[in-house]
């Protein structure tokens, strides 16, 4: 069992960053891939970006690619979501999930209970 706290949301003018952050849980964080999705009003939640237990592998959406940055620290059992030249179009309910394996990113089996995210234009 995992259970995942977000936090860092906020509200911020178009070009500006934020960094969102998600404590886990438990003693196996570092064996989880861990990821973000997020969910904008009316539409369905999506990938962001996910990383791999040890950290070395990151893949992202097209649409954050080159502006934002997944990384994590497993001493302190954290993920952290840098995002950086914010678009009006990444307002959204960002979301904190963790999946056993890599395999299995695109449907984790654990989720934040989410921080919003305003960028205004």
């Known amino acids: 069992q995992v259970q995942l706290v977000e936090s860092g949301g906020g509200l911020v003018q178009a070009g500006g960053s934020l960094r969102l952050s998600c404590a886990a849980s438990?003693?196996?964080?570092?064996?989880?891939?861990m990821g973000w999705f997020r969910q904008a009003p009316g539409k369905e939640r999506d990938f962001v970006a996910y990383?791999?237990?040890?950290?070395?592998?990151?893949v992202y959406a097209d649409s954050v690619k080159g502006r934002f940055t997944i990384s994590r620290d497993n001493a302190k059992n954290t993920v952290y979501l840098q995002m950086n030249n914010l678009k009006p179009e990444d307002t959204a309910v960002y979301y904190c999930?963790?999946?056993?394996?890599?395999?299995?990113?695109?449907?984790?089996?654990?989720w934040g209970q989410g921080t919003q995210v305003t960028v205004s234009s």
């Open positions: 438990g003693r196996t964080f570092s064996t989880y891939t």
């Open positions: 999930a963790a999946a056993p394996l890599t395999s299995a990113a695109h449907r984790p089996d654990y």
């Open positions: 990383i791999t237990s040890s950290g070395r592998s990151t």
